[in-house]
């Protein structure tokens, strides 16, 4: 075995793993057990399928699931060009590509030196995850089906410690901890005045401001351009250790 | 959400999701590779996760409550220090909470 595709199953058990939390909670949260699977097989990305059943869980519209869902999921528009360039598909095997291309896959792919590497990285990783991570969406949504009351289990507190896991290697620098921070105190203030899901819709508009204004000062000092270029060398790090 | 409505907002969100992905790859690379749509990108993630974190943790039916699930995620966040994998964070954080509850705190 290459040492991409030996990268690409380990990275796929250790994901296809934590299939079993998404499925147990979504079920907790209100989904039944297909539309559990239709999330891992159709959306399949993480994130994603968490934030929809957060905001599903917590009587959120159905405007704002779909919204949460779809504004964490931006970041893959982000692997593409990233991916593209590696795989070099054409036809109807872009749809394919495009459905495997998650946080894993690009990682694994973007991280091998050779073209051939790349290519079976992506592929093994992006193939490997698919599939453990819906068959462990299913022992998940199945076992999460008979247990009782989810809060006796504190699974209400597993879902927390969920979003808290995928978050945390995203916090490598001050702007990212920062807006964190910011982001928590956003959705606490206005939970108690808005409808379910719309606080962390919020959450992510003052994400956008900061995004966008941080370039707009031109006085910004030294300190802020130095944190900025850390904190972009952070993610390309970031990217190319899967797992992290 | 229930029945037909959640149907139709778990596929119209499963769609969504997946045009974001196809987007990236049949878009002009140069469209995508700018450092602030990247940057921007990263915040909303990290702003969305962390206020699920918040939402998740420390409200219930609008309301801010503060009861045991704060220690299971403080429990969590010790296994994410720890350099635990996922599916141990998770299980610290239920395993925790559980347990205040049967000792009789909310």
């Known amino acids: 075995m290459s040492s991409a595709v030996r990268q690409a199953v380990s990275v796929a058990l250790a994901t296809g793993l934590y299939g079993v939390s998404f499925g147990a ?42 919204a949460t869902a779809a504004l964490v999921g931006l970041r893959n528009a982000l692997y593409g060009p990233q991916v593209a360039p590696l795989i070099e598909v054409t036809g109807p095997r872009r749809l ?23 290519r079976a990285g992506f592929w093994w990783t992006g193939a490997g995850v698919f599939l453990l991570w819906n068959a462990f969406t299913l022992v998940g949504a199945l076992v999460g089906d008979s247990a009782g009351d989810p809060r006796r289990y504190g699974l209400d507190a597993a879902a927390a410690a969920a979003f808290l896991a995928l978050v945390w290697p995203r916090l490598s620098n001050r702007t990212a901890q920062a807006v964190a921070g910011a982001a928590v105190v956003v959705a606490l203030s206005t939970t108690p005045v808005l409808p379910s899901g719309v606080p962390v819709l919020l959450a992510a508009a003052v994400a956008v401001l900061v995004g966008v204004l941080w370039r707009s000062r031109p006085a910004a000092a030294v300190t802020d351009a130095v944190a900025s270029h850390q904190s972009e060398g952070a993610s390309v790090r970031r990217v190319e250790e899967p797992g992290s | 959400m229930k029945g037909a409505v959640l149907w139709l907002a778990v596929v119209a969100a499963g769609v969504a999701t997946f045009a974001i992905k196809l987007v990236g790859h049949l878009l002009p690379r140069h469209w995508l590779a700018k450092p602030q749509v990247a940057r921007v990108a990263a915040l909303v993630t990290v702003a969305l996760l962390s206020a699920l974190v918040a939402v ?29 994998p996922f599916v141990v964070v998770v299980l610290v954080a239920a395993v925790v909470t559980a347990l205040l509850r049967w000792a009789g705190l909310p």
Do not use: C, N, Y
């Not at chain 1, 399949?44 to 519209?61: D, E, H």
């Not at chain 1, 394919?96 to 790349?118: F, K, M, W, Y």
């Open chain 1, 25 to 66: 909670l979504s079920v907790v949260a209100g989904l039944d057990v297909w539309q559990t699977m239709a999330l891992s097989l159709v959306m399949f990305s993480g994130g994603s399928q968490f934030a929809f059943i957060g905001v599903a869980g917590s009587g959120g519209s159905p405007g704002a699931a779909i």
């Open chain 1, 96 to 118: 394919l590509a495009a459905q495997l291309t998650i946080d894993e896959s690009t990682a694994v792919g973007t991280a091998q030196r050779d073209p051939a590497a790349a």
């Open chain 2, 56 to 84: 998740q943790a420390a409200t219930r039916g609008g309301h801010v409550v503060l009861d045991s699930r704060l220690a299971g995620l403080g429990a969590a966040a010790v296994a994410l220090v720890a350099k635990a």
